[in-house]
């Protein structure tokens, strides 16, 4: 089913250390009260995911989400989406995430098993048409266990947090799979976990690790998966927490960090916010910051939402008074060794009361995608909408030298050798079209992982061992070609099964 959306363009005045930015609202042409589009956002490249878990196409509640796809520089809307079985209080698309060809979208509400068991959906792009493929739930399923209530997915590896499961204890599930073919890995759990500890109220994954948050026990765990088994490799604390926190409701991983939200942290003031960096030193992660608002209030929930990429690391506080109140901000800091720097606020240059931007937010290359779930359409309160924020022209950013960080790079793939998934992260100096393909030994292109006009900065992709018909290649050495103008590199990478 496809729906319009009215797209309203508006030019951002950044801070100095941002070539221009330009802001893009996207509001749904169906827009009715209560929708809450914009309660949760994702973004892989050229595509986006966006959640309204209050839509009303089956009944109260039953929810829905929409694919937003960027050509030559503008963001539209592809499709929209509804799960096969939609149906009262499903609440689809209270979850979004995406990687490559395929995307999750969490039912907390579904009730498949009883009321408020919860689902989790798993949809394939086959020539630009999103196509459901599986519908996911945990194999010992309970009342009001809401599965999928986060959600996260990497090339052929999805995690689902339940915290709902054993009277608000939690746990989190692992599939692996594709197109329609998914399987439980493993159930996750803390062995020591409590009541009311929900464990897997935020969830994050790259690669072979896992990240799962448990706000009412204040921790964070990760588990590193080797074959077919996750095993706990460590149980993050904080250091300097201060009030109730909810440190965990909020997590994200890029490479060797983990940042973690704690919006109700009250250091600066009652639940103003705080936001901690964790970095891998073995098979441990240590404190190395804790994150501020400069200009923090009261109950700003700075931290309700999380996102890294490389060495930006965006920050939402849906509370934070513009416009009138509880209007929302989104705070972008960079890292210099370990050092994190406030190098932009942004808000909504329409911004009202209680639109609450930056209740949802995620980074990836030259893309910042902010949700505001509460903001008003004509004639339909809380319909909500998102911001999408491109044109990241950073320079000094994350370098130590102080050099510009815009330079035509291909790194090497990391992990290397890989299975099932790896990351292959590159930066470009130019704006313009740029290609990223696999190719095998024989010079044929196996998948392209990137064919689209970038700005310049700083990407990264996964691959996950498939080729462009979706089937798994052979164990083996393949070639990875990065374009960009005149300009190319090529390295080489290793696929194990």
Known sequence: MRQIL?????????????????????????????????????????????GAHRDRPSGSYSGSAYILTRNSGSWSEQQKLLASDTDSYKRFGNAVDISGSHLVIGAMGDDHSGPATGAAYIFQNENGNWQEKAKLFESNADRDDEFATSVAIDGSTVLIGVPGDEDETGSAY?????????SEQQILTDANGSQDDKYGYAVALEGDLAVIGSPGDKSV??????????????????????????????????GDYIVVGAAKDSETASEAGAVYVFKRNGNSWEQTAKILAADGAAEDEFGVAVSIENNLLAIGARYQDTAAGDGGA??????SGE??????????????????????????????????????????????????????????????????????QLEQNYPNPFNPSTQIAYQTDNAGETRLTVYNLLGQPVRTLVSAYQAAGSYAVSWDGLNDSGFSVPSGVYLYRLESGEKVQTRRMIYLQ
């Open 174 to 182: 692992i599939y692996t799979g594709s197109g329609a073919n998914w």
């Open 330 to 335: 989104t705070y972008i800091y960079s890292r």
């Open 6 to 50: 009215r797209m309203v363009w508006i030019l951002f005045i950044p801070m100095m250390l941002f070539s221009q930015v330009v802001e893009k609202k996207i509001v749904t042409s169906d827009a009715t009260n209560s929708d809450e589009f914009g309660f949760t956002v994702a973004v892989d490249g050229d595509v986006a995911i966006i």
């Open 339 to 408: 050092n994190w720097s406030e190098i932009n606020k942004i808000t909504a240059s329409d911004a009202d009361a209680d639109d609450r931007f930056g209740s949802a937010v995620d980074i990836q290359g030259d893309v910042l995608v902010v949700g505001a779930y509460k903001d008003d359409q004509p004639g339909a309160d809380d319909a909500g909408s998102v911001y999408l924020f491109s044109g990241f022209g950073i320079t000094g950013i994350g370098d130590e030298s102080g050099a510009n960080i815009n330079r035509f």
């Open 221 to 254: 765990f990760v588990y590193e998966r080797n074959g077919t088994t996750w095993t706990e490799l460590d149980r993050i604390s904080p250091s300097g927490i201060a009030g109730s926190a909810e440190f965990g409701e909020s997590i994200s991983i890029s």
